[in-house]
Structure formats: structure tokens, C-alpha cells
């Protein structure tokens, strides 16, 4: 008989942790203000946020339909900070400012995002996952999605850690 060695226990943030990056992304990072950017969920492996539709973010306004760069530019961010969450992930073993302070150097080096359909809606959701965080380089996947569930946009990205 084989015996199968158990799953490791999926790790939790401890609070601190994610209000601390969450400070980070929502507030120091003053861009994100602009966007109206809010983290909904942050786990390790896996992020999700959302932007509320407002005025300043309109592309064309015949239609009401946000502006590709928001698009684009929110995804990065969710990218990116799902390598934050990956990278804190990976030393959890080490002090919780040690960890925060790990963020300094993460770099977008190369970013695609397919446009699907318009985005229009009253608010906007995204997620990124990282699909794999490497010594140098991360590589990630990111959704755009309207309100309703809708798939608006993909993307990919990479980015520097190190």
C-alpha cells in the first residue's frame, strides 16, 4: 500500500499583515487613490479588488465606457500586488515588517492585456493569481470582469522581485 503524504495546510495572513499591505496598495501607493483601487480579498494565492465606475474614468463618453488605461493600469496592480502576497507567502517565517518591507524592488518588466468586450458596468472586479515566483522574475494571470461576472479583460504579466 502507498501511502500518500498529507496536503500542506494552506497558509493564512495574519491580520496585521494584510492591513499592512493593504496600507501599502490603498494609501501610499497614491495612483491606486485615483483609480478608486480597494483590495477585496488578499491571500497567498489568489487577490481580488474593485473599482467603482465615477466620471474621471470614462474613455468615451458616448457610451459611458471606462478608459482602457484604468483597465490596463488596474490589472498591473493587482498583479503586482499578488506578488507581494505570494512573495509574503513564501517568508512567512520572518518578522511581519521584514516582510512588508520586501516590496521595494518588485518591477513590472512585461505586461499584456486582451480587451474583450467594452467595459461598461457600475463597478469593476479583478483577481490575479501569481503563476510562479521565481528567484528573479514573477509571472502572473489577471481578470477584468463587470459587475455581473462578465469577462472584460485578461491579462498576463511579469515582473522583477529581486
Known amino acids: 500500500m502507498i501511502k500518500k503524504t498529507p496536503a500542506p495546510e494552506p497558509i493564512e495572513f495574519e491580520d ?53 488605461g484604468v483597465v ?8 503586482g500586488l499578488a506578488v507581494m502576497a505570494a512573495i509574503g507567502a513564501r ?27 467594452p467595459a461598461i458596468s457600475e463597478h469593476f472586479l479583478l483577481q490575479a493569481e501569481v503563476l510562479r ?6 509571472t502572473t494571470r489577471m481578470e477584468f470582469l463587470g459587475a455581473n461576472g462578465e469577462l472584460l479583460s485578461t491579462g498576463t504579466a511579469a515582473y522583477i522581485v529581486s
Open 16 to 68: 496585521e499583515f494584510v492591513a499592512g499591505l493593504k496600507k501599502i496598495f490603498e494609501e501610499m501607493i497614491v495612483f491606486n487613490q485615483v483609480l478608486g483601487l480597494k483590495i477585496t480579498s488578499l491571500k497567498p494565492t489568489e487577490v481580488r479588488g474593485r473599482i467603482d465606475m465615477k466620471r474621471e474614468l470614462i474613455g468615451h463618453f458616448s457610451f459611458n465606457r471606462l478608459h482602457g
Open 91 to 117: 517568508h512567512m517565517d520572518e518578522p511581519l515588517l521584514q516582510r512588508l518591507h520586501r516590496f521595494g524592488r518588485i518591477g513590472t518588466i512585461d505586461l499584456r492585456i486582451d480587451y474583450l468586450r
Open 133 to 138: 515566483l521565481g528567484s528573479r522574475v514573477a
Open 72 to 79: 490596463s493600469a488596474g490589472l498591473d496592480a493587482m498583479a
